[in-house]
């Protein structure tokens, strides 16, 4: 069972170029998010999903876009990257919530970038 | 306001006794969950330890165990007989609106603590 998939591992920009991350699941989850984690910031939610078509923004949703067209792909698209984006890029996925349920999110390998 | 404090950015701890990492939070919704996770040096995030803000009892997985004070509102970890293996950074976080309808599925992280285990 994959779980969380995220592409690529490592990825080097430049300032202004504009790249996609990718994040699948295989578990029929409703809810994905993607996050960033920078050095003494702990991770910081960007962009969420609570289903196909539906997203919404998170605490820094500045400078990225994301759609939802199926269940399984999250895909994070940097517009025109900058230096403060560089960053490890997380996507998490959870099942639907139900009352008292522990629903954990599921976590992707996550993506280090770096925009010089 | 912080929603979820961790206050040590750093913890030591000599392999096989105990170590506490704390967590306060901050909510004023009555139905939330609370979660640690741990992220070794490769870098991946692995769920620790859930507690339900409804839940009577203190949640256990293993040699986790999580210190649940709702008053006080703090969730603090407890690591018993450390390993070395146990050396990595430990995340808190929270989830707010658990079990509603339109329940918010988003986490709220804290900075973390960096644990060491000595030999």
């Known amino acids: 069972n994959a779980g969380v998939t995220q592409t690529p591992k490592f990825q080097v920009l430049k300032t202004g170029q504009s790249m996609t991350l990718q994040c699948a699941q295989d578990m029929n989850h409703e809810y994905m998010s993607w996050y960033r984690q920078d050095p003494g910031m702990g991770l910081r939610l960007i962009h969420y999903?609570?289903?196909?078509?539906?997203?919404d923004q998170g605490e820094v949703p500045n400078g990225y876009n994301v759609s939802r067209s199926t269940t399984e792909d999250f895909p994070l698209r940097l517009l025109s990257a900058a230096p403060s984006q560089t960053s490890v890029y997380f996507c998490a996925s959870s099942p639907t919530l139900g009352t008292g349920t522990n629903t954990e999110a599921f976590f992707g390998q996550g993506t280090r970038l770096t925009v010089v | 306001a912080q929603k979820i404090t961790q206050t040590q950015p750093g913890m030591f701890v000599q392999e096989k006794e105990a170590v506490t990492l704390d967590c306060t939070y901050d909510?004023?919704?009555?139905?939330?969950?609370l979660f640690w996770y741990k992220q070794p040096s490769s870098g991946e995030m692995i769920f620790l330890i859930y507690?339900?803000?409804?839940?009577?009892q203190n949640a256990t997985e293993g040699r986790y165990s999580l210190n649940f004070q709702k008053a006080r509102k703090s969730a603090n970890l407890v690591i018993s007989a450390s390993q070395l293996g146990d050396s990595a950074m430990y995340f808190c976080a929270m989830r707010e609106g658990m079990g509603e309808a339109g329940s918010n599925y988003k986490l709220t992280f804290g900075k973390g603590t960096l644990l060491t285990v000595n030999p």
């Open positions: 507690q339900g803000s409804y839940d009577q």
């Open positions: 999903s609570v289903g196909a078509g539906i997203t």
């Open positions: 909510t004023s919704d009555p139905s939330y969950g």
